[in-house]
């Protein structure tokens, strides 16, 4: 049995979709919550033409046992938070269990079918799992994540550049005040590299990851233009931001459970982002949020860099 706790019901989600789109915005989190998304999502992960799932996958894979040897043979609880399909989560749990931690698995995600994957692949690996429906990105919400004082030590992951998907600068000092002496979070990042970073966006199968959320409300290819654009933040150097839009070309309605609303041409929607870093910037925003890093490492290509930070 797949024991999943709801802080974020469906009905909220669904009501939160309808307003985003109202206002021109579709935040990250619907990226992975309708079933044409998922899909999409799976797809996307599964024949190893996104780079960046493949980048932290393996660093992951690599290192599962080096992150492992750093936690003795005592209780841990893992939180893993935009937990996806835990499939990361999993090696990084097995290599615990190798080195005798006593692991319980607790993934985080606003995605039910996505929980449900990451519960199940644990539960089926014969360690204890129990989901949690939550936006971490809400302050309610990631309050009521918080460890009891005398709970066991807590990992706290956040894999897959998902620090990226928000204001990392803001999000690390959020993640920050969720860790007790002890605790650590394991967090990584992809590491900009001009157009190559772009491109990595900006080609056939990611096209159809975002397009997903808009054809599951009747918005098709014919009806306007996705936009990928990059620039920097001019609160650090070492920080850029891929953004993406969709601009439509001429009137169209989506459909949401029998509401329409209307997006004239011209008109843009707003969808989501992701940042990426230079090493040290990466490291620095760290740092700021009183985060001591005590171990890191790269990804083969240097694309993608790793850390497992304390409070400071």
């Not at 998907?165 to 999000?171: G, H, K, L, S, T």
Request: aromatic share 8%.
């Amino acid at each position: 049995m797949i024991a999943i706790h709801v802080l974020l019901t469906e009905n909220q989600l669904a009501a939160e979709f309808v307003t985003a789109f109202e206002a021109r915005s579709l935040p990250e989190k619907f990226f992975y919550w309708l079933p044409l998304s998922v899909r999409a999502w799976l797809a996307l992960c599964s024949d190893g033409a996104y780079r960046n799932f493949v980048r932290s996958r393996s660093l992951i894979a690599r290192t599962a046992r080096e992150l492992a040897r750093l936690y003795p043979p005592a209780p841990l609880e893992v939180l893993s938070l935009g937990a996806g399909q835990g499939d990361k989560d999993l090696l990084l749990l097995e290599a615990l269990r190798e080195q005798g931690a006593r692991s319980a698995y607790v993934p985080v995600d606003t995605s039910q079918a996505l929980l449900e994957m990451a519960c199940g692949g644990a539960l089926r690996a014969g360690i204890a799992a129990q989901g949690i429906k939550a936006d971490f990105t809400m302050p309610e919400q990631l309050l009521s994540l918080a460890a009891e004082p005398e709970a066991p030590p807590r990992l706290v992951m956040l894999l897959g550049n998902t620090l990226g998907a928000f204001d990392p600068i803001a999000a690390a000092r959020q993640l920050r005040q969720l860790l007790r002496p002890g605790d650590a979070l394991l967090v990584d990042g992809e590491l900009y590299a001009g157009d190559a970073t772009v491109a990595g966006y900006d080609n056939p199968l990611n096209r159809r990851f975002a397009w997903a959320p808009l054809h599951s409300v009747g918005i098709g290819d014919a009806d306007g233009a996705l936009v990928f654009e990059a620039r920097d933040d001019p609160r650090l150097p070492g920080l850029h931001l891929i953004a993406k839009h969709f601009s439509a070309t001429r009137a169209v309605e989506a459909w949401m459970g029998g509401e329409a609303v209307r997006i004239g041409r011209g008109e843009r929607l707003e969808m989501g982002h992701s940042y990426k870093y230079a090493a040290d910037s990466f490291l620095r925003i760290l740092s700021d949020a009183g985060l001591a890093v005590r171990w890191q490492a790269a990804s083969d290509d240097q694309r993608f860099l790793m850390a497992l930070a304390s409070p400071a």
